[in-house]
């Protein structure tokens, strides 16, 4: 058999043994064509969850540090320390001429009240930060959130004007704490309070957060 008539014959047999399996090879190309689209849309899922996650972090955050969630109580504010006054006798002609003079008042984290009255108006459980109101026969007593302040805090004044809670306003601007009274019958304790800004000895505080 000639050479060129062999060659064609074997070109021939080898092209009737190609059996190409198109099914497959359709299937394997559609294959590869969808696996990114799968991979795009898995990333898309979790940077969803992602955003909605940093969006609730960003909600209890912004609601934890709003000024309107911003609390003073007793036991947990900025009021907590020492403080003092230097009261003059024009301030205290219209009470008692012996409040003249300095006090200390103490503001704990329980809530209770100390105050070191000037030595002319020394009382009977009234010195060294240890005053007691009388009436109810417990420690004195003080509250305070954003704006105000309450207290049942006694100076051992008969009658029943004192015998109650005083409610003030508070600032406290670098060491300097102001007391406005909005409701307080009690002439002695509205004087003690409000007459001058009490010194804190504590030094200027830091903005609460920082």
């Not at 058999?1 to 190409?20: I, K, T, Y």
């Not at 898995?42 to 609390?71: D, E, K, N, Y």
């Not at 006798?89 to 100390?114: E, I, K, N």
């Amino acid at each position: 058999m000639p050479f060129d008539q062999r060659m064609r014959e074997g070109l021939r047999r080898a092209a009737a043994s190609v059996n190409p399996d198109v099914e497959r090879s359709l299937h394997r190309i559609t294959a590869d064509r969808r696996r990114p689209r799968t991979h795009r849309a898995s990333l898309a899922v979790a940077a969803a969850g992602l955003a909605t996650l940093l969006l609730i972090v960003g909600v209890w955050l912004t609601q934890r540090m709003s000024p309107g969630r911003s609390s003073h109580a007793a036991g947990d504010g900025t009021l907590v320390g020492d403080y003092r006054v230097t009261l003059h006798a024009s301030d205290v002609a219209a009470v008692d001429r012996a409040m003249a003079g300095t006090w200390q008042l103490r503001l704990r984290p329980d809530g209770t009240v100390g105050l070191d009255p000037p030595a002319a108006f020394q009382r009977e459980g009234s010195s060294s930060y240890g005053i007691v109101c009388v009436h109810v026969a417990s420690p004195c007593r003080y509250e305070a959130d954003g704006a105000t302040f309450r207290t049942n805090l006694e100076l051992g004044t008969p009658g029943t004007a004192c015998n109650s809670l005083g409610t003030y306003t508070w600032r406290l601007n670098g060491i300097r704490l102001t007391l406005q009274p909005v409701d307080d019958a009690c002439d002695e304790r509205r004087t003690l309070l409000a007459s001058s800004a009490w010194t804190d000895l504590a030094g200027p505080r830091l903005p609460e957060g920082t």
